[in-house]
């Protein structure tokens, strides 16, 4: 078993900046893949950004590109997310996600919301 647990949500205004963090705990292993997702209401929950425990092949979805880094410390058991130049369409509930296999995720954190005014 694998807990995730999010924190850094919050409300900001457009242009303004926010980092999430995830603190893993439990069985975690250097060949998980972590992804954060987000949600906005009535709509479907899409991949944000992912990353290896065992750094490096990270991916970010094309709206969060150049805005959006996602970096973990293996030390902590913590993944991250800064956000900049947030945006309205931002707005949504972020959750963190591990994939044993690298595809497949299995364990969810609770999420956080965000919030971008304008």
């Known amino acids: 078993q694998v807990q995730l647990v999010e924190s850094g949500g919050g409300l900001v205004q457009a242009g303004g900046s926010l980092i999430l963090s995830c603190a893993a705990s439990?069985?975690?292993?250097?060949?998980?893949?972590m992804g954060w997702f987000r949600q906005a209401p009535g709509k479907e929950r899409d991949l944000v950004a992912r990353?290896?425990?065992?750094?490096?092949?990270?991916y970010y979805a094309d709206s969060v590109k150049g805005r959006f880094t996602i970096s973990r410390d293996n030390g902590r058991n913590t993944v991250y997310l800064q956000m900049n130049s947030l945006k309205p369409e931002d707005t949504a509930v972020y959750y963190c996600?591990?994939?044993?296999?690298?595809?497949?995720?299995?364990?969810w954190g609770q999420g956080t919301q965000v919030t971008v005014s304008s």
């Open positions: 996600a591990a994939a044993l296999n690298g595809v497949t995720y299995n364990y």
């Open positions: 439990g069985r975690t292993s250097s060949s998980y893949t």
């Open positions: 990353i290896r425990w065992s750094g490096g092949n990270t």
